[in-house]
């Protein structure tokens, strides 16, 4: 059988792997010797979109037309469709308009992104010329998460290729469009993927979200009318382009355009990312990742990133891999971080880790959030430790309903989600816990796989890191400075 690489997170070379299964597109110059260079992009008509649209003087409707037509949904986690967002762009501004990128991933076991920069920058690149272009954008910036350096060095090389060969710059291709395209290097604020965060960030300030409305695309990097898309987003545009919006939307399912990289991680035998039409079954997508490891059975699956609902085996054996389909079984797609948990992890320990992070991650501007993350962290910890009550479930939930919908920004709500729906699926678990004072899963893998696993080996925050390293070291499961309990 012929093979291809598969881009897999523990090795900076690209694996080698069974390509039945895999439909790159993102991530299609992962079969060249050097994947991120301007060489192996070219050979496979990189930046060919954008001289086309920009000789051709193609018409701005005429490509947000294709982009619609493709069923492109943002990729950053929300799912809003991208060529509907363009069109809010105002056409007529007089001054500068501005595009941003969205390479901060910081949430829990996504780790895509960083390989579309680390294996196909200039696809990245010329996705933001071609936004550009379309939008009227004069500068763009990619702000990309605070811990990958080596990722970050990557794609600012590739922009300094980009520019040597006459795709950004003054006057691209001759024309009257030009572009200017820079990296940003953010601090590792979770919070800073949040848009208007990043926004704040790139201005040079505290990364805290903004009100909304007004939104980015009236009033974004330094007040001025600005584009926020996702990096697989942008990334996906050259090949809508080459092949047509109906193409991309017949590769995947009605309402889930395209391909989808997804990150798995947690108890599987082949973690890594995994670039599949919309629509794949879960279980040929498990089937990828090699199955649940250690021949052992599946308990659970977030199957988007811990902002998304927890499933149980049950609800998701059945469930394809696309918006819709994982909605009707009870969850999201989220941004495609699918996180596995096998017979051994305690959920209890796994939502009290999940807790942490965000009450560690919370900006703390708004009340409901800032006290709410907390509450939840402490009441989780206090089961945890032996002491929990049987009102505590209702503690937790009723709290957790009081955080939804009542923030300034979408975290507050991926704070609450996880508590709700771990507690839905798993009371007996939780009850267990606070009846017996310790865990219901006797060989509680927890402190080398599981969510911790997943952090290991796909979250590389300082504070992950930190944590882990505190988790490893003294065998307990005290992360740094505790709030009161
Ligand atoms: C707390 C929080 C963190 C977020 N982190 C990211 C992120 O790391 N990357 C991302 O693309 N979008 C993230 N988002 C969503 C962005 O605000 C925004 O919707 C997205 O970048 C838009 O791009 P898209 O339409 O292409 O998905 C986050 C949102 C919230 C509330
Ligand atoms: S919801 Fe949380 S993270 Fe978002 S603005 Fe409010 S306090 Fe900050």
């Given at each position: ?22 439909t ?48 492109l ?47 196909n ?27 990958i ?16 060969a ?47 409305p ?45 391909t ?5 991680s ?13 629509g794949?079954?879960?279980?040929e ?13 599946l ?18 054996q059945?469930?394809t ?27 209890v ?43 505590d ?11 939804s ?81």
């Amino acid at each position: 059988m012929s093979t291809i690489v598969q881009s897999n997170m523990q090795s900076q070379k690209p694996v080698m792997s069974d390509p039945s299964g895999q439909t790159l597109l993102c991530l299609r110059t992962l079969a060249e010797p050097n994947p991120a260079s301007l060489a192996a992009y070219e050979k496979l008509g990189g930046y060919g979109q954008l001289k086309r649209i920009v000789s051709e003087k193609v018409k701005a409707v005429d490509i947000i037309t294709q982009v619609k037509m493709s069923g492109l949904r943002g990729r950053g986690g929300a799912g809003f469709p991208t060529g509907l967002k363009w069109s809010f762009m105002p056409r007529y501004f007089d001054g500068t308009k501005y595009l941003v990128c969205n390479s901060d991933e910081g949430e829990p076991g996504t780790f895509k992104d960083r390989d579309i920069l680390r294996y196909n920058p200039h696809q990245l690149i010329e996705g933001m010329a071609i936004a550009a272009y379309t939008l009227g954008a004069r500068v763009g910036y990619n702000y990309i998460h605070g811990e990958i350096w080596q990722d970050y060095e990557i794609f600012e090389n590739a922009l300094f290729e980009a520019k040597a060969a006459g795709f950004l710059g003054e006057n691209i291709f001759g024309s009257n469009f030009s572009f200017d395209c820079y990296a940003v290097h953010g601090y590792g604020a979770y919070i800073c993927g949040e848009e208007t965060a990043l926004i704040e960030s790139i201005e040079g300030k505290k990364g805290q979200p903004r009100f909304k409305p007004p939104f980015p695309a009236s009033y974004g990097v330094f007040g001025k009318p600005t584009n926020v898309n996702n990096t697989e987003s942008f990334a996906s545009i050259p090949w809508i382009l080459q092949h047509g919006g109906e193409a991309f939307a017949a590769l995947g399912v009605p309402n889930s355009g395209g391909t989808k990289l997804f990150s798995v991680s947690g108890h599987v035998e082949k973690p890594g990312n995994y670039e599949v039409k919309m629509g794949m079954p879960f279980s040929e997508l498990l089937g990828l990742a090699g199955g649940v490891w250690k021949g052992r059975s599946l308990k659970a699956v977030i199957p988007g990133g811990p902002s998304t609902a927890v499933m149980t085996a049950e609800m998701i054996q059945n469930a394809t891999m696309d918006y819709d389909g994982l909605s009707k079984a009870g969850s999201s797609l989220g941004a495609g971080s699918m996180i596995v948990m096998d017979e051994t992890t305690c959920m209890v320990k796994a939502l009290k880790r999940l807790s942490y992070f965000f009450y560690e991650e919370s900006c703390g501007q708004c009340t409901p959030c800032r006290e709410g993350t907390g509450w939840l962290y402490r009441v989780l910890n206090r089961i945890t430790e032996g002491n929990g009550k049987m009102e505590d479930l209702d503690l937790l939930t009723d709290v957790s309903s009081n955080i939804s919908g009542r923030t300034i920004c979408a975290l507050g709500d991926a704070a609450a989600t996880p508590v709700i729906s771990f507690i839905k699926h798993f009371r007996p678990e939780f009850e267990y816990y606070i009846k017996h004072g310790k865990s219901m899963v006797e060989q509680d893998s927890l402190q080398v796989s599981g969510i911790d696993h997943t952090m290991v080996n796909t979250h590389i925050s300082g504070v992950q890191e930190l944590a882990k390293r505190v988790y490893i070291k003294d065998g307990s499961d005290k992360f740094g400075a505790e709030p009161n309990a």
